[in-house]
């Protein structure tokens, strides 16, 4: 009797191996599915800037710490519709004193100039990606106030215009 239940638990193994392995192809056909999907969506949201959108937006949520954060939100939406409409000058995260505070933390010995090294360093620390690594120098390898200023909000200025940029939906012809 012992070998018939030897035989009929081997019997079971072998069964669930053969039923196993059509639940593993529909797992496989539904992870790629869901991969696809994803793609899209990963790819949508890179399209439009949603990542950066969000990053702009949680940032000034974060410096600012307003009391009534949904309402704060709706009027820095607004703002930026009104910026990318050109009829309102953006709410950049950073304003001239936090430029200048900037400027004064990475001087170089009392000096009214910023070794290039200090600007490049201030441009990631302030996260803008796009800059001019080599801006107007009065002093060769050094930029002055003005400049690092003027750059930085220019660069500033850019970047949000490049996330709020309407994209036009291509259409097939």
Known sequence: MDENVEYSQHDVRENEKLSIFPLQARQSNRESKTSRTTSKGQNYLNERNIFDIFHFLLSHVIVHQPSNPIQYLHKLLDDLILFRAGLKEPRLLWAERHLNAMFENI???????????????????????????????????????????????????????????????????
């Open 107 to 173: 001087l170089f010995h009392d000096s009214e100039f910023l070794p290039l090294e200090g600007y490049r360093a201030a441009m990631k620390t302030m996260g803008i990606r796009s800059y001019d690594p080599c801006p107007v120098q009065f002093v060769e390898g050094y930029v002055d106030r003005e400049t690092f200023c003027t750059e930085a909000l220019n660069c500033m200025k850019k970047e949000l215009l490049c996330i709020t940029k309407e994209r036009v939906k291509r259409t097939s012809a």
